[in-house]
């Protein structure tokens, strides 16, 4: 049962936001459930959020935490214990900084503990190039493998995003990236302005001809997976597959083929 992916434009945990957080609750809401239904026959009883912060490793990861932290919690309370659109009895929303910062933090064997249990993992937006630098081959990783494995969320904002994309932007050009969103390249904080270069931009890099390029505004994402996106947001998305002279832009619950 191999889990969703979210990838969200930024602006994560701001004003405005609140519609993509309480969509993220409940997609790992149901999934725990059904987890919970197929081992037991019980109803879940606790969702475990993991905010992983290793995109601000070398600015204020505590802060970062803190900010998302108050924003999934005010959410969840709104949402009637973070579940969207159908309610859970006796669900509550437990948050967890998973500072991964370092390679020791990447090895340290209770944050992976936490990470591979956990419902939803959530990559807020910072550096591009921590992300796969420090996370890349790493326990925690891992664990985030694991957790999806079994049905877990797995969302990235921004630099977060970008890095479970095929291709990573960084200031030193462009890297691997996860690939777990398929053939694809993430632009993040995307307007129409942004998205002109981009098809001349990766068809540049090696096999970048083959790659789709999905440009997400801030408070705007997809959930889903490779070959299924839905667009959650009121800005849209921008889809350029590859070979086509320009992105169509998408508006919200579009599916997007790919």
Do not use: K
């Not at 190039?129 to 049905?151: F, K, N, P, S």
């Not at 095929?166 to 053939?183: C, H, N």
């Not at 068809?203 to 083959?210: F, Q």
Request: hydrophobic content about 50%; glycine content about 14%; proline content about 5%.
């Amino acid at each position: 049962m191999i889990g969703p992916i979210a990838l969200h434009g930024g602006g994560e945990f701001l004003a405005g936001d609140e519609p993509i957080l309480g969509h993220l609750l409940g997609l790992a809401a149901r999934a725990s459930l059904a987890r919970s239904e197929l081992a037991r026959g019980a109803e879940a009883s606790t969702l475990r959020v993991e905010l992983l912060t290793t995109a601000v490793a070398r600015h204020r990861p505590d802060m970062a935490y803190a900010v998302g932290a108050t924003a999934f919690e005010r959410v969840a309370a709104e949402l009637g214990a973070g579940v969207a659109g159908e309610r859970v009895a006796g669900t509550r929303v437990l948050l967890h900084h998973a500072r991964v910062v370092d390679a020791v933090s990447a090895a340290d064997p209770d944050l992976a503990d936490r990470l591979g249990a956990a419902d939803l993992v959530y990559l807020p937006g910072g550096d591009p190039d921590a992300v796969v630098g420090i996370l890349a081959g790493t326990a925690a990783w891992q664990a985030v493998e694991q957790a999806r494995a079994r049905g877990a969320v797995v969302a990235g904002a921004s630099a977060g995003a970008m890095a479970l994309g095929e291709r990573t932007w960084t200031r030193d050009g462009y890297v691997a990236g996860f690939g777990w969103a398929g053939g694809l390249v993430v632009v993040p904080h995307a307007s129409a302005e942004r998205m002109n270069g981009m098809r001349r931009t990766i068809d540049a890099l090696e096999r970048g001809v083959d790659l789709a390029i999905l440009g997400l505004p801030e408070r705007t994402g997809v959930t889903g997976g490779p070959g299924s996106w839905t667009v959650v947001g009121a800005a849209g998305a921008w889809w350029w597959p590859p070979h086509h002279v320009a992105p169509a832009h998408l508006l919200e619950r579009t599916v997007i083929r790919d």
